[in-house]
């Protein structure tokens, strides 16, 4: 498994924008999927983002194309949440998520190997 660590959220207004780090330890990362969920109160746990383990690859929920886009460096065991045009509908803790298919990220959550802690992103209007 690979332990993660989100950092970046915080409050900010409608239109703002966030940058979102999961640093992650362990030898695996280079060769694990990335991905980013959300949970909003009350709702259940939503894909964001995935990132292949070479970067070449890339998916966005429907509500944050064009909006966020998810990057790594593997050099620094670290994936990125860049969220521009930010909506109060974004207000969620947002999980970084690894495991080492891609496809689990993207469409079996709940056999993602390793998950964060988490980080509160408030976006108010």
């Known amino acids: 498994q690979v332990r993660l660590v989100e950092s970046g959220g915080g409050l900010v207004q409608a239109g703002g924008s966030l940058r979102l780090s999961c640093a992650a330890s362990?030898?695996?990362?280079?060769?694990?999927?990335m991905g980013w969920f959300r949970q909003a109160p009350g709702k259940e746990r939503e894909f964001v983002a995935a990132?292949?383990?070479?970067?070449?690859?890339?998916y966005y929920a429907d509500s944050v194309k064009g909006r966020f886009t998810i990057s790594r460096d593997n050099a620094k065991n670290t994936v990125y949440l860049r969220m521009n045009s930010l909506k109060p509908e974004d207000t969620a803790v947002y999980y970084c998520a690894a495991d080492p298919r891609l496809v689990v990220l993207t469409s079996t959550p709940v056999a993602i190997a390793s998950w964060g802690q988490g980080t509160q992103v408030t976006v108010s209007s």
């Open positions: 362990g030898r695996t990362f280079r060769s694990s999927a």
């Open positions: 990132i292949s383990w070479s970067g070449s690859s890339t």
